[in-house]
C-alpha cells in the first residue's frame, strides 16, 4: 500500500504562557534558529515559530498551553553540527544537559528552559 503521509511540515512543542523570550533566547540565540512571523490570527495566540535547516521537517512552533506541564520523555530530535559546543554552551547558560552513553552515535539531550526534553545528535539516525 503506497504511504498516504509524504513530509511533515512543522512539529510544535508546548510552553507556558508568558514564555516567548525564555523561548528566543534557547531555540533563536543558543539553537540559532531563525525566528518566523506567525500569521496575525495564530500571533494573538502567543508562542513563537522557528524555520528549521532545510532538507529537515521545516519548522519548529512553540504553542502555548494554558495547562502545561514539560514534557520529558517525549521529545524532538536534532542533527547537531557539533555535539560537544552545543552542550557546553547549553551547560554555560545554565541549561541541563545529560549525554548519553553510546558507541555509535555521538549524542546528548537538553531541557529547554520550561523542562522539555530536546534530543541532540551528531548524525541521524536509522
Known sequence: MKPL????????????????D???????ELLGLVELAKPPDLAKRGGC???L??????????G???DFRPAK????AFVASDVAE???RARSQGHEVLEVQDDETEQIYIY???GNRLEFMAKESS
Open 86 to 88: 552545543l552542550a557546553e
Open 73 to 76: 520523555k517525549a521529545h524532538v
Open 112 to 114: 529547554d528552559p520550561f
Open 5 to 20: 503521509v509524504r513530509a511533515i511540515t512543522h512539529v510544535q512543542v508546548a510552553i507556558p504562557e508568558g514564555g516567548e
Open 53 to 62: 535547516p532545510e532538507g529537515t521537517c521545516g519548522q519548529l512552533h512553540l
Open 64 to 66: 502555548i498551553d494554558p
Open 22 to 28: 525564555k523561548a528566543r533566547a534557547f531555540y533563536g
Open 49 to 51: 515559530w522557528f524555520e
